[in-house]
């Protein structure tokens, strides 16, 4: 986590480490319930945006493909389980 905090946020985006001590409730991770990450590659457009902060101008970073194949995934997944 601390290369996307380092090199995007200055190193203040933090990971929400209760939440991730909680055992998933979906069985689907690769390193099994441990470790509930996955890492999909795909090719898409990175858009940059100027955003007005308190500390200035900073740079806002999206790409539109992967929103659309993110949320594809978790409709996907999610419908497979009752809740």
Do not use: C
Not at 39 to 64: C, M, P, R, Y
């Amino acid at each position: 986590m601390s290369f996307p905090s380092e090199q995007f946020y200055d190193g203040r985006l933090t990971i929400g480490l209760d939440l991730q001590a909680q055992p998933s409730v979906l069985d689907l991770w690769p390193a099994g319930s441990d470790g509930p990450i996955v890492f999909v590659h795909i090719d898409g457009v990175e858009q940059t945006l100027t955003v007005a902060t308190d500390e200035g101008s900073e740079k806002s970073k999206s790409n539109v493909d992967e929103v659309l194949l993110v949320v594809s995934l978790f409709i996907h997944v999610t419908g497979q389980w009752q809740f």
